[in-house]
């Protein structure tokens, strides 16, 4: 994988449109996404960081973070469980639940990147990550010619290009 270094700070990459997609699901992940946005702008990008659950509403965006932070806080040991479920349901024929989920956004989220132009789209959270995977297979809005190697995005399809970097941890 690259590192955001080689894509966001290159020289000739000046003045990008940079959009950073987060959630209220604790603030590790904001916490990421400021730094990202803070490096990206004095750099000379143009940054806007939002919680992708407020394109739904703040009651969206409210219910799962207080659903995922309640969970976390309260009953950890479900949380882990819901975790490896997860991860044992996915695979490449078959999707987690949680992908599901975040693809419901998957066209809110299109029309919002596809109506201010942006340039990139950078994630330091899973959720976020799933709804980009959602678009790239289904609207196929996002077309690129490589999603982890440093080349300048190229239309071969007419539709709109731009970057994709996706950052989180896994859980161990």
Wanted: proline share 4%; aromatic share 10%.
């Amino acid at each position: 994988m690259v590192h955001l270094s080689h894509i966001l700070f290159r020289k000739e990459l000046n003045g990008l449109k940079i959009l950073i997609l987060s959630c209220d699901t604790g603030e590790g992940h904001n916490s990421a996404g400021k730094a990202i946005k803070e490096a990206a702008e004095h750099k000379g990008h143009s940054v806007t960081m939002i919680d992708m659950f407020l394109l739904s509403g703040k009651g969206t965006s409210h219910a799962v973070s207080g659903a995922y932070i309640g969970i976390v806080k309260h009953i950890p040991f479900f949380f882990g469980l819901l975790y490896k479920v997860g991860m044992l349901i996915s695979s490449d024929k078959r999707k987690s639940p949680v992908y599901f989920a975040n693809a419901l956004l998957c066209k809110k989220l299109s029309a919002y990147i596809e109506s201010n132009g942006f340039d990139a789209v950078v994630t330091p959270h899973l959720y976020p990550a799933e709804t980009l995977s959602c678009m790239k297979k289904k609207i196929c809005f996002i077309s690129l010619p490589s999603l982890w190697e440093p080349t300048t995005p190229v239309s071969h399809s007419g539709k709109r290009q731009m970057w994709i970097i996706m950052l989180f941890h896994t859980m161990i």
